[in-house]
């Protein structure tokens, strides 16, 4: 950090746990941690999620009493698996390298279930460790038992990179390479472990931060020319092409490329599993219409991390029940890193994908490229005959989806259709980000999402508990950028996570959070009946080990206990849409604000 660096205030909530008593210029690094506050700084790092260890004492010194809490400013967190996912869901708003701290061994221990969600989800994390001290003379008794000859080994299997640095000037440049690394495709959360002997070591010459310039992410990489010709051909050939986009939907530049491809070739297009890349209400949007997958005699597959579970659903129905046949199907043609993130020690993305025509790349770069190769090779004539298809299509889609929300509108324990059309109708006209949403129970069709950007999605590795730390951190990026937060959450998922609202009230993060509360971890009571069918045993009993009742949480209460606004459980439906108003007028005047509502299982 230079000598003229400025500790004046910027973004909104930067106020919170301002410090006193510093200079009003920071001077020169003096201690191992500082180094890290100046690379941190470097890097533009606004915040710092944490929850505090004497492992990092001096790297928790260097933020506020060297860099001024500002760039990065911490973020106070009431458990490492939330401070983790509250980096991960900033990231994935603002396609940003999000930053963590864990404490020593058993900080990263709470922390691994939120990076593997991250590692699954290939979100660029940096997630900084203290760990040791080395020096067995400098460690205190505690020490010993929350430190590894290699720490990193807990969770080397589910990072992109690791590294244990043992000087200052190491700290420099493995914090700059995890970076780098973290930013390169595919991407994902990246450790390094900093000796907190180190960190508390006074320096004995400058430090100097590495040039950013020379160590960059790596750029993106086209598709071998001949597949992109092969790929050319067999669209343009194709009698009924489908498009599917996956994890590219979280880029906002990825909506015109892929409009203008699925339009040029006349394709239906079908977003991966909660995923929105293409805007709902364009024409040839046939989300939500599986049969049109099961009618596709050739696929494009862009950027879809699991295409087994794509083409192959299997449900929860007996293990070992196929949703196809091998070597039946469509022709695939994938354009995606492939298998460069595939790892040993897990099985995530290690279903067996036939492809037809691999285009390995960069998704976004791959496809204007494919797009260009297929303007000379597509008939004008037979892609405006499958335009038209594809927009009949899509429309009978949209209809039918219209159709089955009303059917349940009235229901008097509000059904899931409802709830998600009364909270669109409360947002509609507000600019806003979906953090979250509900995912089986989900009205494709009903909320009307602009494109790619405007959803974050879901966890990667289906941790539960990912969604209100996520939901903070997407909402923080959305409260920078003048955006309103807006999301859905199961009652399950909050329970597990539920501090995360202390985050988001104490550092002033306005949002709208809907309570999907149908009393019940209910993924699973379909299994157990499943189970139980297969058996024939009463499947009446799916529901023990299962409902949140007896007594009922009273989530509302818990809420404004964290500091919130909050109102419900709202069991009425016609109460539903004066309730979700309140609490978007209480969030558009800064409030973290959460609407209780018991709803129906499905």
């Not at 900084?128 to 290699?150: E, F």
């Not at 009946?529 to 409902?547: C, D, H, K, L, T």
Request: charged fraction near 20%; hydrophobic fraction near 45%; aromatic fraction near 6%.
């Amino acid at each position: 950090m230079t000598a003229t660096a400025d500790r004046g205030l910027g973004r909104a909530g930067q106020a919170v746990e301002r410090p006193g008593g510093l200079p009003p210029q920071a001077g020169a690094a003096e201690w191992g941690s500082d180094v890290v506050v100046d690379v941190l700084h470097a890097l533009d790092v606004p915040y710092l999620p944490m929850n505090p260890g004497s492992s990092f004492r001096g790297l928790h010194d260097s933020v506020v009493n060297y860099g001024g809490n500002r760039t990065p400013q911490f973020l106070l967190c009431l458990h490492e698996e939330i401070a983790v996912a509250v980096a991960h869901g900033w990231a994935k708003a603002t396609g940003r390298l999000g930053v963590a701290a864990l404490h020593d061994l058993v900080g990263l221990m709470h922390g691994s279930m939120a990076a593997y969600n991250a590692w699954c989800d290939r979100t660029p994390l940096l997630l900084l460790g203290g760990s040791g001290p080395a020096d067995p003379t400098l460690r205190r008794p505690v020490d010993w038992i929350h430190s590894a000859t290699t720490q990193a080994q807990l969770v080397r299997d589910f990072v992109v990179w690791d590294a244990e640095p043992m000087t200052a000037t190491a700290f420099a440049a493995d914090v700059v390479r995890a970076r780098q690394r973290a930013l390169s495709a595919p991407r994902g959360p990246a450790y390094v472990s900093l000796d907190a002997g180190v960190q508390e070591q006074r320096l004995d010459r400058p430090v100097p931060v590495p040039d950013l310039q020379r160590h960059a992410p790596a750029p993106a990489f086209a598709p071998d020319p001949a597949a992109l010709a092969q790929a050319a051909d067999v669209l343009a050939r194709a009698r009924r092409p489908l498009v599917v986009a996956g994890r590219i939907a979280l880029d906002p530049a990825a909506t015109a490329p892929l409009a203008a491809l699925v339009e040029l070739l006349g394709a239906a297009y079908h977003d991966d599993r909660n995923m929105t890349a293409l805007p709902t209400g364009h024409r040839q949007n046939c989300t939500g219409d599986r049969s049109v997958l099961a009618e596709a005699d050739v696929v494009l597959a862009v950027d879809v991390v699991d295409l087994a579970a794509l083409l192959r659903p299997t449900g929860r129905g007996a293990r070992g029940a196929a949703g196809d046949v091998q070597g039946t199907g469509p022709v695939v043609v994938d354009l995606s890193h492939g298998d460069l993130g595939l790892r040993s020690w897990s099985n995530a993305f290690a279903t067996p994908v036939p492809r037809d025509v691999q285009l390995l790349g960069d998704p976004l770069l791959g496809l204007r490229l494919l797009h260009d190769a297929l303007v000379e090779r597509v008939d004008p004539a037979r892609a405006a005959d499958r335009r038209k298809d594809a927009t009949a299509r899509a429309t009978r889609v949209r209809q039918r989806q219209r159709e089955q929300v009303a059917a349940r509108w009235a229901d008097r324990r509000i059904s899931p259709a409802r709830l998600v059309g009364e909270t669109w109708q409360a947002v509609r006209e507000v600019d806003h980000l979906l953090c979250l949403r509900n995912t089986r129970t989900w009205p494709e069709g009903l909320w009307q999402l602009p494109g790619a950007g405007s959803y974050l999605g879901h966890s990667g590795g289906g941790g539960v508990g990912y969604g209100p730390a996520a939901f903070v951190g997407g909402a923080l990026a959305a409260r920078d950028r003048g955006q309103l937060g807006v999301g859905i959450i199961g009652d399950g998922d909050l329970l597990m996570a539920s501090g995360a609202l202390w985050t988001a009230a104490h550092y002033r993060v306005p949002g709208l959070l809907v309570v999907n509360d149908n009393s019940s971890f209910y993924n699973d009571e379909p299994h157990q009946a499943e189970v139980a069918r297969q058996r024939g045993r009463p499947v009446e009993n799916s529901w023990i080990g299962m409902r949140i009742a007896d007594p009922a949480v009273d989530i509302s209460a818990l809420a404004r206990s964290y500091g919130c606004w909050a109102t419900g459980p709202v069991e009425d439906p016609d109460e539903l849409g004066p309730a979700l108003r309140r609490g978007l007028l209480a969030a558009q005047e800064g409030a973290m604000a959460i609407v209780h509502a018991r709803v129906a299982p499905r």
